[in-house]
């Protein structure tokens, strides 16, 4: 599904479809003839915040993550430690 491209007006009438819309890509908005702004999820955001932020802040996310589900990635490690990686052997790397 190509970009789409809607007046602000549009925008504004019809904010329900683009905010639909942007969650699969974005929405442009055009405000006299030109793009104005543009409409995008909250995943694509995030992921576009954490790419800038840089190695150093997703070093600390991940300390965080392991921090708090410790348990669990534990229990996952000993897990692939115990059988393996299933389908390793068809994995190029």
């Given amino acids: ?3 789409m491209d809607v007046t602000a007006t549009e925008a504004k009438n ?3 479809q683009m905010l639909e819309h942007a969650q699969r890509e974005p929405v442009f908005i ?4 030109r793009r104005h702004s ?3 999820s909250a995943a694509h955001y995030d ?3 954490a790419a800038r932020a840089g190695p150093a802040a997703r ?3 991940a300390r965080a993550f392991y ?4 348990d669990w990635v534990d229990a996952q490690n000993a897990l692939v430690d115990r059988y ?3 389908g390793e052997e068809f994995r190029s790397w």
Wanted: proline share 8%.
């Fill in 30 to 33: 055009e405000k006299f003839g």
């Fill in 14 to 16: 019809r904010l329900g």
């Fill in 38 to 40: 543009v409409l995008i």
């Fill in 59 to 61: 070093e600390d996310a």
């Fill in 47 to 49: 992921a576009l915040v």
């Fill in 67 to 70: 921090e708090r589900h410790r």
């Fill in 1 to 3: 599904m190509p970009a």
């Fill in 84 to 86: 393996g990686i299933p």
